[in-house]
């Protein structure tokens, strides 16, 4: 079997799949080569807009699986240099490879009504036109916001539902679908052993669709064991002052305008669900 090209298989999500798609024989373009590795997984030391340091690895590969991004808190160039330049880079050096199948890892968050204050959002959803428009046989797949131990969406939320009172961006209305690692890695396994992708777009979200408030108030009691304590801020004045402030003060900032985002918009997923519900998630998280 010719071995897969992955992106970013030493991320978050990238290195779990990576652990179980093994023993199959793969490439992983990483920045930093992991100092332990396994037998039939080679890594390319490289950045995915240098293609020089990747295009040989991509031949006699049969199918590429592009997972690295650049996420959290970020110059806005980076976004796009990575994300959105860096996706339209490997998709022509997968063309010449002669490679046919390319799986995407999108994000839920590129079909936020207003993008305009997230880089990252509006970066991905060009990288995903790229796709769209590549003439390879693709798939994309959007995930909700990804929990599991370690992850860095849960850590983020975790900060927020820690704090002595809750801040809750918004009335705290606003639905969220967390998935779990585990059935992304699945599905996207899935997709890789079912041959022709098919130009399919997948979203992906868990079993439960609660509120933001409520999903934070449930971390703060299973994982911290703390009693509801919550103060609402308003969502967009709050925006509008991190948007001024990121050019200069970007690094001292807690969050970004964008990240903000996911309190006032749907970040539901169309389709069918995974299993796993949201407290299952959090009371296996909160056992690590």
Known sequence: MAPLFITGGTGYVGARLVEALAPRSMRCLV???????????EFIRGDITETASYASALRGCDTVVHLAAITGKAPRAEYFRVNTEGTRRLVEETKRAGIKRFLHVSTIAVKFQDISRYPYAQSKREAEN????SGLDYAIVRPTMIFGPGAPVFAGLAKIAAAPVMPVFGDGRTPVQPVWIGD????IQQLLEGGAFGNRMVELGGADVISIEDLLSRIRKRCFGKPPRTIHLPAKPLAAVLGALEGPM?????????????FTHSGTADGSRAQTGVDRMLDTI???
Not at 130 to 133: F, G, S, T
């Open 250 to 262: 970007l690094p001292l900032l807690p969050f970004t305008a964008g990240q903000l985002c996911s």
């Open 286 to 288: 909160a056992s690590h």
């Open 130 to 133: 790229i796709v769209r428009e």
């Open 184 to 187: 992304v890695v699945s599905e």
């Open 31 to 41: 920045r930093n080569v992991p100092a332990q590795t396994r037998r039939g997984i």
